[in-house]
């Protein structure tokens, strides 16, 4: 029987991939991995623990907080301060970015953005979520970290993954040599190394977006939409629509079985809803290095340059031949698709 890797022994052997580090990188994730590990454990009993529900407060993004949010956000800014391989995390909890001045994280290289609990709108109602990370490098030469570290282009990141909490537990990460999954074996309570060198299919079967907004959808995306319903044997259509509202769990779905996630712009959300830096920018990663394509629907996502922290997007994220058709369908019946 072959041994089973976990995700610490497969981060050390694959240190030397990374140019400049001497080992922070490697801690870097093995602290977000037991971040995950301490919110697995609360949202597998979140209705037990009395912390299912809304705070009755909302986000910079103007949204609900849910109490498991407040507890996610908690324990990965706890988990990333600690390690002293961090100088700031931004958060979409947080309006500004969170400067780690303890004395161990002096010299620190690394910023972490992230989404510390990815669709918390379906945690009471036991739906997967997850959590969202980017890492990169600071551009700042010294002191505390600084907003500008984190207003880099996607292409500068050093590492993204993301952590989903369903039926079982997984983290999905890439440093640019490919993506890897590895699944919570609860019972030793490591990540073992379950999906090795994660690839996306060419062409997918499936299209993820909310049909509810439609009507507020640009002609472009309304005319892909009726593309995927429209029998055609030669390209196996109809597609299935599959939504689940967890851009990680929908994301995840389309990495393993192929697919594409659109969320585009609306008439309420003319931008775009996601979040460039700590939403797309990280998935985009993953997913161009499974073979897969992320766009805005007129540039690709990593080539985008934030321009503020919580800045917004539409996305279209999948399989490559999905994308680039929903690209088509944008420059031919769109008047602009905003970047």
Do not use: W
Request: aromatic share 8%.
């Amino acid at each position: 029987m072959e041994k089973v890797k976990t995700l610490g022994e497969f981060i050390v052997e694959k240190q030397d991939d990374f140019l400049y580090s001497k080992g922070e990188l490697t801690r870097l994730l093995s602290d977000i991995a037991i971040a995950g590990k301490i919110v697995h454990r609360e949202v597998n009993k979140a209705g037990l623990a009395g912390i299912l529900g809304e705070t009755g407060n909302k986000n910079i993004q103007g949204e609900q907080v849910k109490k498991l949010d407040i507890y996610a956000n908690e324990q990965f800014i706890a988990a990333l301060s600690v390690g002293g391989e961090v100088c700031a995390i931004a958060s979409e909890e947080n309006e500004d970015i969170i400067t780690v001045d303890n004395a161990v994280s002096k010299g620190a290289k690394y910023v972490v953005a992230m989404d510390p609990l990815d669709g918390s709108s379906n945690i009471d109602v036991n739906v997967s979520v997850g959590t969202i990370f980017s890492i990169y490098r600071r551009v700042s030469l010294s002191g505390p970290g600084k907003l500008e570290d984190f207003l880099q282009a996607g292409t500068e990141q050093v590492a993204a993954g993301y952590i989903i909490y369903g039926s079982s537990t997984m983290m999905v990460y890439t440093t640019g040599k490919g993506v890897n999954g590895f699944t919570l074996d609860p019972s030793i309570g490591e990540f073992c190394l379950s999906h090795p060198n994660m690839q996306m299919a060419k062409k997918g079967k499936t299209y993820s977006i909310n049909e509810g907004n439609y009507v507020h959808f640009p002609e472009g995306v309304k005319k892909f939409i009726k593309y995927c319903q429209e029998e055609d044997a030669a390209t196996n259509r109809p597609y299935s629509s599959r939504y689940i509202g967890s851009a990680v769990a929908d994301v995840h779905r389309n990495l393993i079985t192929g697919g594409v996630f659109l969320y585009p712009t609306t008439s309420a959300s003319p931008k775009g809803k996601l979040r460039l830096v700590y939403e797309c920018n990280p998935l985009a990663f993953i997913v161009e290095q499974a073979g897969g394509k992320a766009t805005s629907g007129t540039k690709r996502i990593m080539e985008l340059k934030p321009n503020a922290l919580h800045q917004r997007t539409p996305l279209f994220i999948g399989s490559k031949d999905m994308v680039e058709k929903i690209e088509e369908l944008l420059a031919k019946h769109s008047v602009s698709t905003p970047a």
